[in-house]
């Protein structure tokens, strides 16, 4: 690996306008003349590849298509709601959804993983609907009951 002298290299971006970029190969032209328009989906596709955004295209694609890959039922009282470290949150409509789907969590997942998509899911993590929260508006006090703090 050789060493770089950043304020040489800053300076000479300064000076000349151009970034010069560590260990990426310079891109290659498609057609044989500089200038001839290109295909957009190349582009597209050279423009995912340069920024790693495959992961997060893969996942989005997961939510869009989530009812096609469960099935309607399912996605009737399911929502995905993230993918972090391989494990994909699932909000369920009630606890009995959640519990259900968490004893045939094996099949569902092999869905998952052979869906298309192309999301990398490795253990799916269920959660039934939140409770109500006591804690509303900017005037609410730390460790507090909230209203029932007035009960008798």
């Given amino acids: 690996m050789e060493k770089r002298d950043l304020a040489l290299d800053l300076f000479k971006t300064f000076k000349t306008g151009v ?3 560590i260990n990426k190969p310079a891109p290659t032209q498609r057609s044989g ?26 996942e989005g694609n997961l939510f869009v298509t989530w009812q096609q890959i469960v099935g309607p039922e399912i996605a009737q009282h399911t929502t995905p709601i993230s993918i972090s470290d391989g494990v994909l949150t699932i909000q369920t409509s009630s606890t009995a959804w959640a519990t259900q789907l968490g004893l045939v969590a094996p099949e569902l997942l092999k869905t998952i993983q052979n869906n298309p998509s192309g999301a990398t899911v490795i253990k799916l993590a269920f959660f039934g609907p939140s409770g109500p929260t006591w804690k509303k508006g900017v005037r609410s006090i730390r460790n507090a009951r909230g209203p029932r703090d007035t009960y008798g």
């Avoid at 290109?38 to 790693?52: F, H, P, Q, S, Y």
């Fill in 19 to 21: 970034i010069r970029k």
């Fill in 33 to 58: 003349q500089p200038g001839d328009p290109e295909l957009i989906r190349g582009v597209l596709d050279d423009l995912i590849a340069d920024r790693e955004w495959n992961s997060g295209l893969a």
